[in-house]
């Protein structure tokens, strides 16, 4: 399986991006999806998760009640809305796959991941 995220780019604090995150292959609805982020100089954190059939989901405190996670299985895409952006949301957003389940996704545990896309939010 192979991700490629886009989507990322620069963005006033208050606005709104949609992240995309398709996948090759015929099995992306057997993987549960996820989205993190790592900004420079720190760790790489969970922000948003989605399982197999997209009835469950989890954020991050940091971003709930801004961003939602949602996925179409038809085209092998996974998304990621962010809206009310905040200038320490900056950083490079990376789309997993993972499809044991949530619990291991939920930890950064992944079986594939993709090459990242940039967002900066200018305050």
């Known amino acids: 399986v192979q991700l490629v995220e886009s989507g990322g780019g620069y963005v006033q604090a208050g606005g709104s991006l949609r992240l995309s995150c398709t996948a090759s292959?015929?099995?992306?609805?057997?993987?549960?999806m996820g989205w993190f982020r790592q900004a420079p100089g720190k760790d790489r954190e969970f922000v948003a998760i989605?399982?197999?059939?997209?009835?469950?989901?989890d954020y991050a405190d940091s971003v709930k009640g801004r961003f939602t996670i949602s996925r179409d299985n038809a085209k092998n895409t996974v998304y990621l809305q962010m809206n009310s952006l905040k200038p320490e949301d900056t950083a490079n957003y990376y789309c997993?796959?993972?499809?044991?389940?949530?619990?291991?996704?939920?930890?950064?545990?992944?079986?594939?991941w993709g090459q990242g896309t940039q967002v900066t939010v200018s305050s």
């Open positions: 997993a796959a993972e499809r044991s389940g949530l619990i291991r996704l939920r930890v950064g545990s992944a079986d594939y």
């Open positions: 989605i399982n197999w059939s997209g009835t469950s989901t």
């Open positions: 292959g015929r099995t992306f609805s057997s993987y549960c």
